[in-house]
DNA sequence: CGATGGGTTGAGTTAAGTCAAATTTCGTGG
DNA sequence: CCACGAAATTTGACTTAACTCAACCCATCG
Protein backbone atom coordinates (compact mmCIF):
# COMPACT_ATOMS: atom_id res chain seq x y z
CA UNK A 1 0.00 0.00 0.00
CA UNK A 2 3.19 2.42 -0.12
CA UNK A 3 4.06 1.78 -3.49
CA UNK A 4 3.10 5.13 -5.42
CA UNK A 5 0.16 4.78 -8.31
CA UNK A 6 1.86 5.74 -11.38
CA UNK A 7 0.42 8.93 -11.59
CA UNK A 8 1.85 10.33 -8.61
CA UNK A 9 5.03 10.48 -10.48
CA UNK A 10 4.26 12.39 -13.28
CA UNK A 11 5.16 16.19 -13.08
CA UNK A 12 2.67 18.77 -12.21
CA UNK A 13 -0.48 15.70 -12.04
CA UNK A 14 -1.17 15.21 -8.54
CA UNK A 15 -3.89 12.75 -7.83
CA UNK A 16 -6.22 14.68 -6.47
CA UNK A 17 -6.88 16.22 -9.85
CA UNK A 18 -6.85 12.62 -12.02
CA UNK A 19 -9.13 11.42 -8.69
CA UNK A 20 -11.11 14.10 -7.57
CA UNK A 21 -12.97 13.85 -4.35
CA UNK A 22 -15.91 14.93 -2.94
CA UNK A 23 -14.37 15.73 0.20
CA UNK A 24 -11.59 17.89 -1.43
CA UNK A 25 -14.46 19.69 -3.84
CA UNK A 26 -15.05 23.42 -3.03
CA UNK A 27 -18.35 22.44 -3.51
CA UNK A 28 -19.22 20.03 -1.18
CA UNK A 29 -21.30 22.31 1.04
CA UNK A 30 -23.46 23.28 -1.69
CA UNK A 31 -23.83 20.07 -3.56
CA UNK A 32 -24.77 16.62 -3.20
CA UNK A 33 -22.68 15.54 0.14
CA UNK A 34 -23.80 18.60 2.33
CA UNK A 35 -23.75 17.85 5.86
CA UNK A 36 -22.38 14.28 5.61
CA UNK A 37 -19.24 13.62 7.65
CA UNK A 38 -16.15 11.73 6.40
CA UNK A 39 -16.96 8.19 6.51
CA UNK A 40 -20.57 8.90 4.41
CA UNK A 41 -18.84 11.16 2.15
CA UNK A 42 -15.99 8.78 0.86
CA UNK A 43 -18.80 6.39 0.24
CA UNK A 44 -20.62 8.85 -1.81
CA UNK A 45 -17.21 9.05 -3.61
CA UNK A 46 -17.21 5.31 -4.48
CA UNK A 47 -20.26 5.39 -6.19
CA UNK A 48 -19.71 8.22 -8.44
CA UNK A 49 -18.66 6.57 -11.45
CA UNK A 50 -16.78 9.07 -12.91
CA UNK A 51 -16.07 13.05 -13.59
CA UNK A 52 -16.62 14.00 -17.39
CA UNK A 53 -15.09 16.01 -19.28
CA UNK A 54 -18.16 17.87 -21.31
CA UNK A 55 -16.60 20.71 -23.70
CA UNK A 56 -18.48 24.01 -24.11
CA UNK A 57 -21.94 23.55 -26.25
CA UNK A 58 -21.19 19.44 -25.77
CA UNK A 59 -24.44 17.64 -24.73
CA UNK A 60 -24.56 16.35 -21.42
CA UNK A 61 -27.76 14.16 -22.00
CA UNK A 62 -31.11 15.04 -24.64
CA UNK A 63 -34.73 14.25 -24.71
CA UNK A 64 -35.47 11.46 -24.90
CA UNK A 65 -32.13 9.43 -23.77
CA UNK A 66 -32.50 6.55 -20.93
CA UNK A 67 -31.74 7.72 -17.36
CA UNK A 68 -29.19 6.22 -15.62
CA UNK A 69 -26.95 9.01 -13.50
CA UNK A 70 -27.28 12.55 -12.00
CA UNK A 71 -24.65 14.49 -12.71
CA UNK A 72 -23.57 17.13 -10.39
CA UNK A 73 -21.67 20.34 -11.86
CA UNK A 74 -18.19 20.16 -10.61
CA UNK A 75 -17.17 22.81 -13.04
CA UNK A 76 -18.82 25.06 -15.33
CA UNK A 77 -21.99 26.23 -16.45
CA UNK A 78 -24.93 24.33 -17.97
CA UNK A 79 -28.25 25.57 -19.62
CA UNK A 80 -31.27 22.69 -19.83
CA UNK A 81 -34.07 23.71 -22.17
CA UNK A 82 -37.44 21.48 -23.44
CA UNK A 83 -38.42 21.38 -27.24
CA UNK A 84 -41.86 21.39 -28.73
CA UNK A 85 -42.97 19.35 -31.21
CA UNK A 86 -42.89 22.68 -33.59
CA UNK A 87 -38.97 22.98 -32.58
CA UNK A 88 -39.20 25.78 -30.60
CA UNK A 89 -37.12 26.07 -27.61
CA UNK A 90 -37.39 27.25 -24.44
CA UNK A 91 -34.33 27.25 -21.75
CA UNK A 92 -35.62 26.03 -18.30
CA UNK A 93 -32.24 27.18 -16.46
CA UNK A 94 -28.94 27.74 -16.27
CA UNK A 95 -27.06 25.58 -13.77
CA UNK A 96 -23.50 25.85 -12.33
CA UNK A 97 -21.13 24.42 -10.20
CA UNK A 98 -22.72 22.16 -7.20
CA UNK A 99 -25.69 22.31 -9.10
CA UNK A 100 -27.73 18.95 -9.84
CA UNK A 101 -28.83 18.02 -13.15
CA UNK A 102 -31.09 15.21 -14.12
CA UNK A 103 -33.92 15.19 -11.94
CA UNK A 104 -36.50 15.70 -14.22
CA UNK A 105 -35.22 11.89 -15.51
CA UNK A 106 -36.57 10.13 -12.30
CA UNK A 107 -40.23 10.15 -13.16
CA UNK A 108 -39.98 8.05 -16.31
CA UNK A 109 -36.27 6.83 -16.48
CA UNK A 110 -36.20 9.40 -20.01
CA UNK A 111 -34.68 12.74 -20.08
CA UNK A 112 -37.10 15.34 -19.98
CA UNK A 113 -35.40 17.93 -21.48
CA UNK A 114 -31.51 18.74 -23.31
CA UNK A 115 -28.40 19.97 -21.20
CA UNK A 116 -25.45 21.52 -23.18
CA UNK A 117 -22.50 22.89 -21.33
CA UNK A 118 -22.29 26.60 -22.13
CA UNK A 119 -18.31 26.67 -21.42
CA UNK A 120 -15.87 23.78 -20.73
CA UNK A 121 -17.24 22.33 -17.86
CA UNK A 122 -16.77 19.10 -15.46
CA UNK A 123 -19.42 16.65 -13.82
CA UNK A 124 -19.41 14.51 -11.50
CA UNK A 125 -21.66 11.20 -13.02
CA UNK A 126 -23.94 9.95 -10.02
CA UNK A 127 -25.18 6.22 -11.14
CA UNK A 128 -28.74 6.96 -9.65
CA UNK A 129 -29.01 3.17 -8.59
CA UNK A 130 -26.20 3.28 -6.63
CA UNK A 131 -27.47 6.09 -5.37
CA UNK A 132 -30.63 4.94 -4.65
CA UNK A 133 -28.92 2.16 -2.36
CA UNK A 134 -26.79 4.26 -0.46
CA UNK A 135 -29.72 6.48 0.37
CA UNK A 136 -31.38 3.92 2.14
CA UNK A 137 -28.49 3.87 4.68
CA UNK A 138 -27.46 7.39 4.88
CA UNK A 139 -30.27 9.77 5.96
CA UNK A 140 -28.66 12.85 5.87
CA UNK A 141 -27.76 12.25 1.90
CA UNK A 142 -31.81 11.26 2.28
CA UNK A 143 -33.02 14.26 3.23
CA UNK A 144 -29.96 16.46 1.55
CA UNK A 145 -31.45 15.09 -2.07
CA UNK A 146 -34.57 15.89 -1.25
CA UNK A 147 -34.10 19.20 -0.06
CA UNK A 148 -32.11 19.46 -3.77
CA UNK A 149 -35.36 18.10 -5.46
CA UNK A 150 -37.56 20.30 -3.72
CA UNK A 151 -35.09 23.54 -4.11
CA UNK A 152 -35.99 22.50 -8.12
CA UNK A 153 -39.55 22.71 -7.47
CA UNK A 154 -39.22 26.07 -5.58
CA UNK A 155 -36.95 27.49 -8.63
CA UNK A 156 -39.01 26.38 -11.47
CA UNK A 157 -42.17 28.25 -9.36
CA UNK A 158 -40.41 31.71 -9.35
CA UNK A 159 -39.18 31.11 -13.20
CA UNK A 160 -43.07 30.69 -13.38
CA UNK A 161 -43.84 33.73 -11.33
CA UNK A 162 -41.39 35.58 -13.57
CA UNK A 163 -42.95 34.66 -16.72
CA UNK A 164 -46.61 34.82 -15.88
CA UNK A 165 -46.21 38.12 -14.59
CA UNK A 166 -43.60 40.04 -14.70
CA UNK A 167 -42.85 42.94 -17.15
CA UNK A 168 -39.84 42.84 -19.41
CA UNK A 169 -37.66 44.96 -17.24
CA UNK A 170 -38.69 43.23 -13.81
CA UNK A 171 -37.57 40.03 -15.37
CA UNK A 172 -34.31 40.98 -16.46
CA UNK A 173 -33.16 42.88 -13.06
CA UNK A 174 -34.79 39.22 -11.22
CA UNK A 175 -32.12 37.11 -13.62
CA UNK A 176 -29.33 39.66 -12.52
CA UNK A 177 -29.80 39.60 -8.97
CA UNK A 178 -30.48 35.63 -8.98
CA UNK A 179 -27.61 35.29 -10.79
CA UNK A 180 -25.84 37.72 -8.60
CA UNK A 181 -26.36 35.39 -5.62
CA UNK A 182 -25.93 32.11 -7.14
CA UNK A 183 -21.96 33.85 -7.43
CA UNK A 184 -21.91 35.07 -3.93
CA UNK A 185 -23.27 31.93 -2.77
CA UNK A 186 -19.98 30.29 -4.45
CA UNK A 187 -17.51 32.57 -2.75
CA UNK A 188 -17.58 34.58 -5.70
CA UNK A 189 -18.14 38.68 -6.28
CA UNK A 190 -21.86 39.53 -5.98
CA UNK A 191 -20.98 42.41 -8.30
CA UNK A 192 -18.69 41.32 -10.92
CA UNK A 193 -19.38 38.41 -12.98
CA UNK A 194 -19.20 36.90 -16.81
CA UNK A 195 -22.10 36.57 -18.37
CA UNK A 196 -21.58 32.32 -19.71
CA UNK A 197 -24.89 32.51 -21.89
CA UNK A 198 -25.42 34.70 -24.89
CA UNK A 199 -28.11 37.54 -25.31
CA UNK A 200 -30.06 35.08 -27.01
CA UNK A 201 -29.97 32.58 -24.71
CA UNK A 202 -31.02 34.89 -22.22
CA UNK A 203 -33.92 36.32 -24.26
CA UNK A 204 -35.29 32.72 -24.38
CA UNK A 205 -35.30 31.94 -20.80
CA UNK A 206 -36.62 35.35 -19.85
CA UNK A 207 -39.10 35.19 -22.48
CA UNK A 208 -38.22 37.90 -24.39
CA UNK A 209 -36.27 38.74 -27.56
CA UNK A 210 -32.75 39.28 -28.32
CA UNK A 211 -33.82 42.68 -28.90
CA UNK A 212 -34.66 43.59 -26.03
CA UNK A 213 -32.38 41.27 -23.73
CA UNK A 214 -30.29 44.34 -25.24
CA UNK A 215 -32.36 47.20 -25.01
CA UNK A 216 -32.95 46.48 -21.35
CA UNK A 217 -29.03 45.68 -20.80
CA UNK A 218 -28.68 49.66 -22.56
CA UNK A 219 -31.34 50.70 -20.57
CA UNK A 220 -29.80 49.64 -17.35
CA UNK A 221 -26.69 51.21 -17.92
CA UNK A 222 -28.08 54.44 -19.42
CA UNK A 223 -29.62 54.45 -15.81
CA UNK A 224 -26.18 53.69 -13.80
CA UNK A 225 -27.48 50.41 -12.66
CA UNK A 226 -24.76 48.54 -14.49
CA UNK A 227 -21.37 48.03 -16.42
CA UNK A 228 -21.50 46.04 -19.64
CA UNK A 229 -18.66 45.71 -21.81
CA UNK A 230 -19.37 42.41 -23.61
CA UNK A 231 -20.57 39.05 -21.38
CA UNK A 232 -18.70 41.04 -18.37
CA UNK A 233 -21.74 42.33 -16.34
CA UNK A 234 -20.62 44.94 -13.19
CA UNK A 235 -24.19 45.59 -10.94
CA UNK A 236 -23.21 49.70 -9.81
CA UNK A 237 -26.97 49.77 -7.86
CA UNK A 238 -27.67 46.03 -6.52
CA UNK A 239 -30.59 47.41 -4.26
CA UNK A 240 -31.98 49.36 -7.11
CA UNK A 241 -32.44 45.80 -8.93
CA UNK A 242 -33.85 43.98 -5.61
CA UNK A 243 -36.35 47.00 -5.75
CA UNK A 244 -37.02 46.39 -9.44
CA UNK A 245 -37.43 42.80 -9.24
CA UNK A 246 -39.70 42.83 -6.40
CA UNK A 247 -41.76 45.42 -8.26
CA UNK A 248 -41.78 47.87 -5.37
CA UNK A 249 -40.05 49.96 -7.67
CA UNK A 250 -41.01 50.82 -11.33
CA UNK A 251 -37.53 51.94 -12.75
CA UNK A 252 -36.61 55.70 -14.83
CA UNK B 1 -62.30 -5.94 20.20
CA UNK B 2 -65.81 -6.66 19.32
CA UNK B 3 -67.03 -3.67 20.68
CA UNK B 4 -68.78 -1.61 17.77
CA UNK B 5 -67.02 1.80 17.79
CA UNK B 6 -69.90 4.57 18.59
CA UNK B 7 -69.49 5.73 15.18
CA UNK B 8 -71.11 2.68 13.62
CA UNK B 9 -73.95 2.72 15.14
CA UNK B 10 -74.76 6.18 13.73
CA UNK B 11 -76.90 5.35 10.55
CA UNK B 12 -75.52 6.32 6.80
CA UNK B 13 -72.23 6.66 8.28
CA UNK B 14 -69.90 4.29 7.15
CA UNK B 15 -66.46 3.58 9.37
CA UNK B 16 -65.15 3.27 6.10
CA UNK B 17 -65.85 7.22 5.11
CA UNK B 18 -64.63 7.60 8.64
CA UNK B 19 -61.48 5.51 8.30
CA UNK B 20 -60.88 5.52 4.90
CA UNK B 21 -57.89 4.26 3.89
CA UNK B 22 -55.34 3.81 0.70
CA UNK B 23 -56.36 0.50 -0.22
CA UNK B 24 -60.07 1.24 -0.43
CA UNK B 25 -59.53 4.88 -1.75
CA UNK B 26 -60.07 5.11 -5.60
CA UNK B 27 -56.77 7.09 -6.27
CA UNK B 28 -54.37 4.45 -4.94
CA UNK B 29 -52.82 3.96 -8.33
CA UNK B 30 -52.17 7.45 -9.20
CA UNK B 31 -51.24 8.27 -5.64
CA UNK B 32 -48.13 7.79 -3.25
CA UNK B 33 -49.04 3.96 -2.37
CA UNK B 34 -48.60 3.24 -6.06
CA UNK B 35 -47.44 -0.05 -6.55
CA UNK B 36 -47.16 -1.08 -3.16
CA UNK B 37 -48.43 -4.20 -1.90
CA UNK B 38 -51.84 -4.97 0.93
CA UNK B 39 -48.83 -5.10 4.03
CA UNK B 40 -46.98 -2.04 2.97
CA UNK B 41 -49.98 0.08 2.05
CA UNK B 42 -51.50 -0.97 5.21
CA UNK B 43 -48.30 0.70 6.97
CA UNK B 44 -48.54 4.07 5.12
CA UNK B 45 -52.29 4.15 5.77
CA UNK B 46 -51.23 3.88 9.82
CA UNK B 47 -48.54 7.03 9.58
CA UNK B 48 -51.57 9.30 7.78
CA UNK B 49 -52.27 11.92 10.19
CA UNK B 50 -55.88 12.43 9.47
CA UNK B 51 -58.06 12.99 6.17
CA UNK B 52 -59.01 16.73 6.74
CA UNK B 53 -61.59 18.20 5.07
CA UNK B 54 -61.17 21.44 3.13
CA UNK B 55 -64.09 23.58 2.24
CA UNK B 56 -63.42 25.46 -0.82
CA UNK B 57 -61.90 28.57 -0.76
CA UNK B 58 -60.28 27.57 2.34
CA UNK B 59 -56.45 27.70 3.02
CA UNK B 60 -54.69 24.35 2.83
CA UNK B 61 -51.21 26.07 3.67
CA UNK B 62 -49.62 29.34 2.79
CA UNK B 63 -46.17 30.55 2.29
CA UNK B 64 -43.99 30.84 5.44
CA UNK B 65 -46.03 28.53 7.32
CA UNK B 66 -43.62 25.59 8.68
CA UNK B 67 -43.59 22.48 7.16
CA UNK B 68 -45.16 19.23 8.99
CA UNK B 69 -46.92 17.13 6.10
CA UNK B 70 -47.82 16.51 2.65
CA UNK B 71 -50.94 16.35 1.74
CA UNK B 72 -53.00 13.76 -1.07
CA UNK B 73 -55.75 15.05 -2.25
CA UNK B 74 -58.73 12.37 -1.78
CA UNK B 75 -61.45 14.49 -3.89
CA UNK B 76 -61.25 18.19 -4.78
CA UNK B 77 -59.11 20.38 -6.40
CA UNK B 78 -56.74 22.63 -5.50
CA UNK B 79 -54.71 25.74 -6.66
CA UNK B 80 -51.07 26.72 -5.52
CA UNK B 81 -49.90 30.22 -6.31
CA UNK B 82 -46.67 32.70 -5.47
CA UNK B 83 -46.87 35.78 -4.40
CA UNK B 84 -44.52 38.80 -5.34
CA UNK B 85 -43.28 41.47 -3.05
CA UNK B 86 -45.64 43.76 -4.98
CA UNK B 87 -48.72 41.69 -4.23
CA UNK B 88 -49.21 40.09 -7.34
CA UNK B 89 -50.29 36.58 -7.80
CA UNK B 90 -49.28 33.62 -10.51
CA UNK B 91 -50.88 30.18 -10.10
CA UNK B 92 -48.00 28.01 -10.13
CA UNK B 93 -50.94 24.61 -10.73
CA UNK B 94 -53.99 23.56 -10.04
CA UNK B 95 -54.13 20.10 -8.47
CA UNK B 96 -56.53 17.31 -8.44
CA UNK B 97 -57.13 14.53 -6.95
CA UNK B 98 -53.81 11.39 -6.12
CA UNK B 99 -51.77 14.70 -6.59
CA UNK B 100 -49.27 15.55 -3.35
CA UNK B 101 -49.08 18.84 -2.12
CA UNK B 102 -46.59 20.15 -0.38
CA UNK B 103 -43.33 19.15 -1.75
CA UNK B 104 -42.07 22.51 -2.40
CA UNK B 105 -41.46 23.00 1.63
CA UNK B 106 -38.66 19.91 1.86
CA UNK B 107 -36.09 22.43 1.09
CA UNK B 108 -36.35 24.83 3.32
CA UNK B 109 -39.24 22.94 5.74
CA UNK B 110 -41.83 26.27 5.45
CA UNK B 111 -43.98 26.18 2.34
CA UNK B 112 -42.64 28.37 -0.61
CA UNK B 113 -46.65 28.56 -2.10
CA UNK B 114 -50.08 29.22 -1.08
CA UNK B 115 -52.99 26.44 -1.57
CA UNK B 116 -56.57 26.88 -1.87
CA UNK B 117 -59.44 24.57 -2.15
CA UNK B 118 -61.29 25.17 -5.11
CA UNK B 119 -63.86 23.20 -4.26
CA UNK B 120 -64.94 20.98 -1.39
CA UNK B 121 -62.09 18.66 -0.65
CA UNK B 122 -60.67 16.38 1.05
CA UNK B 123 -56.88 15.80 1.53
CA UNK B 124 -55.01 12.64 3.47
CA UNK B 125 -52.23 14.13 5.96
CA UNK B 126 -48.61 12.60 5.26
CA UNK B 127 -46.50 13.80 8.45
CA UNK B 128 -43.52 14.10 6.73
CA UNK B 129 -41.33 12.55 9.46
CA UNK B 130 -43.17 9.69 9.47
CA UNK B 131 -43.00 9.51 5.94
CA UNK B 132 -39.22 9.51 5.95
CA UNK B 133 -39.09 6.48 8.26
CA UNK B 134 -41.08 4.48 5.45
CA UNK B 135 -39.20 5.54 2.73
CA UNK B 136 -36.14 3.28 4.55
CA UNK B 137 -37.53 0.54 4.84
CA UNK B 138 -40.28 0.69 1.59
CA UNK B 139 -37.88 0.91 -1.82
CA UNK B 140 -41.00 1.01 -3.46
CA UNK B 141 -42.08 3.82 -1.94
CA UNK B 142 -39.19 5.62 -2.15
CA UNK B 143 -38.81 5.48 -5.66
CA UNK B 144 -42.33 6.38 -6.20
CA UNK B 145 -41.69 9.00 -4.01
CA UNK B 146 -38.62 9.87 -5.87
CA UNK B 147 -40.99 9.34 -8.90
CA UNK B 148 -43.64 11.90 -7.84
CA UNK B 149 -41.03 15.00 -7.09
CA UNK B 150 -39.46 14.47 -10.56
CA UNK B 151 -42.99 14.89 -11.93
CA UNK B 152 -43.60 17.81 -10.49
CA UNK B 153 -40.07 19.04 -12.17
CA UNK B 154 -41.32 18.02 -14.55
CA UNK B 155 -44.70 19.36 -15.04
CA UNK B 156 -43.24 22.94 -13.93
CA UNK B 157 -40.33 22.76 -17.17
CA UNK B 158 -43.39 22.00 -19.22
CA UNK B 159 -45.21 25.35 -18.10
CA UNK B 160 -42.11 27.20 -18.83
CA UNK B 161 -42.22 26.34 -22.09
CA UNK B 162 -46.11 27.27 -22.62
CA UNK B 163 -45.63 30.44 -20.38
CA UNK B 164 -42.22 31.40 -22.56
CA UNK B 165 -42.66 30.48 -25.72
CA UNK B 166 -46.52 29.78 -26.78
CA UNK B 167 -49.06 32.27 -28.19
CA UNK B 168 -52.27 32.81 -26.24
CA UNK B 169 -54.16 30.28 -28.43
CA UNK B 170 -51.76 27.83 -27.58
CA UNK B 171 -51.30 28.20 -24.37
CA UNK B 172 -55.00 27.49 -23.83
CA UNK B 173 -55.55 24.99 -26.07
CA UNK B 174 -52.34 23.33 -24.49
CA UNK B 175 -54.50 23.77 -20.92
CA UNK B 176 -57.73 22.14 -21.75
CA UNK B 177 -55.60 19.47 -23.23
CA UNK B 178 -53.97 18.81 -19.97
CA UNK B 179 -56.79 18.86 -18.29
CA UNK B 180 -58.22 16.24 -20.40
CA UNK B 181 -55.60 14.27 -19.87
CA UNK B 182 -55.50 14.37 -16.50
CA UNK B 183 -59.32 13.38 -16.05
CA UNK B 184 -58.96 10.51 -18.51
CA UNK B 185 -56.36 8.96 -16.42
CA UNK B 186 -58.52 9.56 -13.12
CA UNK B 187 -61.28 7.47 -15.36
CA UNK B 188 -63.52 10.60 -16.25
CA UNK B 189 -64.41 11.77 -19.83
CA UNK B 190 -61.69 13.24 -21.48
CA UNK B 191 -64.09 15.18 -23.65
CA UNK B 192 -66.07 16.54 -20.63
CA UNK B 193 -65.48 18.21 -17.78
CA UNK B 194 -66.67 21.05 -15.53
CA UNK B 195 -63.87 23.93 -15.08
CA UNK B 196 -63.11 23.87 -11.33
CA UNK B 197 -61.31 27.91 -11.50
CA UNK B 198 -62.57 30.70 -12.52
CA UNK B 199 -61.58 32.44 -15.74
CA UNK B 200 -59.69 34.82 -14.04
CA UNK B 201 -58.12 31.65 -12.30
CA UNK B 202 -57.37 30.40 -16.00
CA UNK B 203 -55.67 33.10 -17.08
CA UNK B 204 -53.50 34.11 -14.32
CA UNK B 205 -51.95 30.38 -14.53
CA UNK B 206 -51.69 31.15 -18.45
CA UNK B 207 -50.29 34.30 -17.80
CA UNK B 208 -53.32 36.01 -19.79
CA UNK B 209 -56.04 38.33 -18.78
CA UNK B 210 -59.21 37.02 -18.18
CA UNK B 211 -60.73 39.19 -21.22
CA UNK B 212 -58.37 37.31 -23.46
CA UNK B 213 -59.13 34.11 -21.63
CA UNK B 214 -63.09 34.86 -22.34
CA UNK B 215 -61.95 35.45 -26.19
CA UNK B 216 -60.23 32.54 -26.47
CA UNK B 217 -63.18 30.29 -25.63
CA UNK B 218 -65.32 32.52 -27.76
CA UNK B 219 -62.99 32.05 -30.53
CA UNK B 220 -62.72 28.08 -30.07
CA UNK B 221 -66.35 27.91 -29.58
CA UNK B 222 -67.39 29.72 -33.08
CA UNK B 223 -64.85 27.23 -34.37
CA UNK B 224 -66.86 24.53 -33.57
CA UNK B 225 -63.68 23.34 -31.30
CA UNK B 226 -65.65 23.13 -28.10
CA UNK B 227 -69.05 23.42 -26.22
CA UNK B 228 -68.96 25.66 -23.24
CA UNK B 229 -71.44 26.63 -21.08
CA UNK B 230 -70.67 28.48 -17.67
CA UNK B 231 -67.57 26.16 -16.47
CA UNK B 232 -68.98 22.95 -18.44
CA UNK B 233 -66.80 22.40 -20.81
CA UNK B 234 -67.05 19.80 -24.34
CA UNK B 235 -64.23 19.48 -26.09
CA UNK B 236 -66.06 18.43 -29.88
CA UNK B 237 -62.21 18.11 -31.60
CA UNK B 238 -59.59 16.96 -29.37
CA UNK B 239 -57.09 16.46 -32.35
CA UNK B 240 -57.29 20.01 -33.33
CA UNK B 241 -56.60 21.56 -29.87
CA UNK B 242 -53.71 18.84 -29.86
CA UNK B 243 -52.41 19.79 -32.75
CA UNK B 244 -52.76 23.90 -32.07
CA UNK B 245 -50.73 22.83 -28.58
CA UNK B 246 -48.38 21.28 -30.63
CA UNK B 247 -48.00 24.31 -32.66
CA UNK B 248 -47.79 22.47 -35.73
CA UNK B 249 -51.66 23.92 -36.38
CA UNK B 250 -52.30 27.71 -36.38
CA UNK B 251 -56.10 27.61 -35.91
CA UNK B 252 -58.31 29.24 -38.14
C1' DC C 1 -8.16 41.21 -43.54
C1' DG C 2 -12.47 39.56 -44.73
C1' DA C 3 -15.88 36.54 -43.02
C1' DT C 4 -18.82 35.31 -39.36
C1' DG C 5 -21.56 35.27 -35.38
C1' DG C 6 -23.00 37.98 -31.66
C1' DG C 7 -24.80 42.33 -30.30
C1' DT C 8 -27.01 47.09 -30.79
C1' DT C 9 -30.25 50.48 -32.39
C1' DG C 10 -34.13 52.43 -34.94
C1' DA C 11 -38.75 52.31 -37.24
C1' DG C 12 -42.96 50.29 -37.75
C1' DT C 13 -46.36 46.45 -36.37
C1' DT C 14 -49.14 43.59 -33.58
C1' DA C 15 -50.71 40.43 -29.98
C1' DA C 16 -52.40 41.01 -25.95
C1' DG C 17 -53.47 44.35 -22.48
C1' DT C 18 -56.47 48.16 -20.54
C1' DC C 19 -60.68 50.43 -19.96
C1' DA C 20 -65.51 50.50 -20.16
C1' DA C 21 -70.07 48.93 -20.57
C1' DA C 22 -73.45 45.37 -20.98
C1' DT C 23 -74.92 40.76 -19.56
C1' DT C 24 -75.25 36.58 -17.09
C1' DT C 25 -74.82 33.83 -13.08
C1' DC C 26 -74.93 32.94 -8.27
C1' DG C 27 -75.76 33.27 -3.37
C1' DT C 28 -78.80 34.91 0.12
C1' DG C 29 -82.62 36.22 2.48
C1' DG C 30 -87.54 37.25 2.21
C1' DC D 1 -89.79 30.26 -5.34
C1' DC D 2 -88.42 34.88 -6.29
C1' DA D 3 -85.87 39.20 -5.94
C1' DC D 4 -81.83 41.55 -5.37
C1' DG D 5 -77.09 42.68 -5.10
C1' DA D 6 -72.59 41.03 -5.85
C1' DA D 7 -69.59 38.64 -8.58
C1' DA D 8 -68.19 36.61 -12.81
C1' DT D 9 -68.17 36.81 -17.70
C1' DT D 10 -68.50 38.62 -22.28
C1' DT D 11 -67.79 41.93 -25.85
C1' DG D 12 -66.16 46.13 -28.01
C1' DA D 13 -62.99 50.10 -28.61
C1' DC D 14 -58.62 51.71 -27.93
C1' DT D 15 -53.66 51.49 -26.22
C1' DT D 16 -49.20 49.73 -25.50
C1' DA D 17 -45.29 46.71 -24.34
C1' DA D 18 -42.80 43.92 -26.69
C1' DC D 19 -42.07 41.93 -31.26
C1' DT D 20 -40.48 41.96 -36.12
C1' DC D 21 -37.72 43.59 -39.62
C1' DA D 22 -33.78 45.87 -41.11
C1' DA D 23 -29.55 48.12 -40.94
C1' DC D 24 -25.40 48.53 -38.71
C1' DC D 25 -21.51 47.65 -35.46
C1' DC D 26 -17.81 45.09 -33.50
C1' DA D 27 -14.97 41.46 -31.81
C1' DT D 28 -12.67 37.31 -33.11
C1' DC D 29 -10.29 34.17 -35.75
C1' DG D 30 -8.63 31.46 -39.54
Redesign the interface.
Known sequence: MIQALPSLVLPGVSVEALRARCSSCSMHQLCLPMGLDTADMERLDQIIGRRRKVPRGATLFRIGDPFASLYAIRLGHFKTF?V???G?????GFQMSGELLG??????DRH??NSIALEDSEVCEIPFGSL?QL??DM?TL??HF?????????R??????L????QATQRFAAFLVNLSSRYEARGYSATTFQLRMTREEIG????LTIESVSRLLSKFKKEGMLRVSNREIELLNPAMLKAIT???RTCG
Not at 156 to 161: A, H, I, Y
Open positions: QNPDAEQITMDAISTHCQLVPLRHRMMSQEITEQSVMLLGNMNYLGAGT
